[in-house]
């Protein structure tokens, strides 16, 4: 287990969710949210050596995210909350959540204490994401991640999931800001299951990921290039993607972050996500496809094209340094998986235009620093 960034957690809360048209490409939240401001911060208090029995002040605090949940649920705080993590007395084991609180016009941070240390979650034993936020209440959600360290979690870090079939069920506004997301992905626990996103945005718009450090993920099947061309759940080889961006999942940003030991793409766009923002961010052996690849499902592939998907549009991948692909040759920067598709007749006007804007990026091989080639089988 890598117990590197240890921390514990401390938490503050809201309740209820939806409010107004989210943010456009990355503007940071203020302390008291992106909509009607919260008078006041509710603190709920988490530690490894805490009980979920406790009342959650900073004396006696919580041990789980699930703990966290069930009191903000019971209280529904109407005021910004923070969870912060306490962060010298060692690592949360084995914890996963699924996320369902939070309040209109006020925020939820998840963030360390003290905040010089990383809050540290490990995950070998789970067979399950580590935190899935499942909201499709189609306004800001207002969930802001911050210096946490997620690892050995098979199944993913973080989801964020709104209705994938209908584009007006979103969820939004939410951040993940330097992060760190190792070991990600069932290569090193081959029994359990693959993971298809490290992080997973279906239908969540305007969130903005910022100075993570993503390593070492991948998924244990040693034959992705492939299946990754083939999509999700083609097959049980499949690569793994550090940031998906899938189902109407638009106008967010992926910036200044870092990419290293990757089996598989670091930036995935799919299904009419559109005008989405991947800029300075640098990887290193990394890319079965490229550092960042687009595709949908044709509708060939569904019968009926009842599930067929939409092509996107208006992304921009610009200023990115790309040092080697996962077995160290020459990475490309971006891949159209479906280059010569058409889409079906149901996908809007404007499906043909400018997928994405590809420019002032670099890529070099693993003779400039990005270091010895990883052994591959098959």
């Known amino acids: 287990m890598n117990m590197r960034l240890c ?10 969710c939806g409010g107004s048209e989210p943010r456009r490409n990355g503007a940071a939240p203020s ?5 009607a401001a919260a008078s006041s911060v509710y603190c709920v208090h988490m530690s490894p050596a805490g009980d979920d029995g406790n009342p959650g002040t900073m004396d ?5 995210l699930q703990g966290v949940h069930a009191l903000l649920s019971t209280v529904l ?9 306490r962060s010298d007395i060692g690592p949360y084991e084995n914890q996963t959540v699924r996320w369902e609180y939070c309040s209109r016009g006020a925020n939820v941070f998840f963030e360390p204490y003290p905040d010089s240390v990383f809050a540290c979650f490990t995950g070998r034993e789970t067979d399950a ?17 911050r210096r946490l360290s997620i690892g050995d979690y098979a199944r993913g870090a973080i989801w964020l999931v709104g209705d994938e079939k209908e584009a007006g069920r979103y969820n939004a506004n939410n951040s993940v800001e330097d992060c760190v997301f190792h070991d990600i992905g069932n290569q090193n626990n081959p029994e359990k299951g693959m993971c298809y996103g ?9 969130n903005v990921i910022e100075r993570c450090a993503f390593s070492n993920c991948g998924n244990a099947n040693d034959r992705p290039y492939r299946s990754s061309e083939e999509g999700n759940g083609s097959t049980e080889a499949l690569a793994i993607v550090c940031v998906y961006m899938a189902h109407h999942s638009s106008g967010n940003v992926v910036r200044s972050c870092t990419f290293e ?15 989405n923002e991947i800029h300075h961010n640098r990887s290193v052996r ?10 949908y499902r044709h509708p060939l592939c569904t019968p009926g094209g009842a599930f067929a998907e939409c092509p996107s549009v208006g992304n921009r991948l610009h200023h990115n340094l790309a040092l080697g692909s996962w077995d160290c040759r020459k990475p490309r920067m971006f891949k159209d998986l479906r280059p010569q598709s058409n889409p079906y007749g149901g996908c809007p006007d404007g499906s043909e235009s400018t997928r994405i804007d590809v420019f002032d990026n670099e890529v070099q091989d693993c003779g400039h620093g990005a270091g010895a080639a990883p052994a591959r089988s098959g």
Do not use: Q, Y
Request: with cysteine; charged share 20%; net charge negative.
């Open 7 to 16: 921390v514990i957690l401390i938490a503050c809360a809201f309740t209820g």
């Open 31 to 35: 302390a008291s949210g992106d909509t």
């Open 60 to 64: 006696a605090p919580l041990r789980s």
């Open 77 to 85: 705080p109407r005021a910004d909350v923070t969870v912060k993590i």
């Open 129 to 145: 994401v580590f935190f899935t936020f499942e909201n499709a209440s189609s306004g800001a959600t207002n969930l802001h991640f």
């Open 198 to 206: 490290v992080l997973d945005l279906v239908n969540s718009r305007n």
């Open 261 to 275: 030991n990757i089996k598989g793409d670091g930036v995935r766009i799919r299904d009419e996500s559109n005008d």
């Open 286 to 295: 990394t890319g079965w496809n490229a550092f960042c690849s687009m595709w």
